[in-house]
């Protein structure tokens, strides 16, 4: 990429947040659009993690062993029963770390 094109992505992305969060600019974006926005982040990290957990240099890990996938499925499980953020990472991250060096 081009240095143009990185700050011309920047340049976009950092106006779109000050329209957005600007206090002087008005400007309300109708319910529908806003309850739609709440899935973006959500969305955006399992497009993200998918390929972290299920791929290694362009090959298929598989399932069974797969120690990515115990660590994920903890991960999911600790967010439904803890509903809060900091500790869920905390006991994800300890999980992983503790079995990658038990299991490996």
Known sequence: ?????ILGLAVIVLMNRYLFLDR???FKLPTFIENMLK????SLMIS???????????????????LY???????????????KM????LGSLIFFYSIIYFMT
């Not at 899935?39 to 959500?42: K, T």
């Not at 998918?50 to 399932?63: A, E």
């Not at 996938?69 to 509903?83: E, F, K, N």
């Open 48 to 66: 993200m993690s998918i390929p972290i957990i299920f791929y290694q240099q362009q090959d298929f890990r598989g399932v069974v062993d797969n």
């Open 1 to 5: 990429m081009s240095w143009m094109m």
């Open 86 to 89: 900091l500790l869920s990472i």
């Open 24 to 26: 002087h600019f008005y």
């Open 39 to 42: 899935y973006a982040a959500p």
């Open 69 to 83: 996938v115990y660590a994920a499925i903890v991960t999911v499980l600790l967010v439904l029963y803890t509903r």
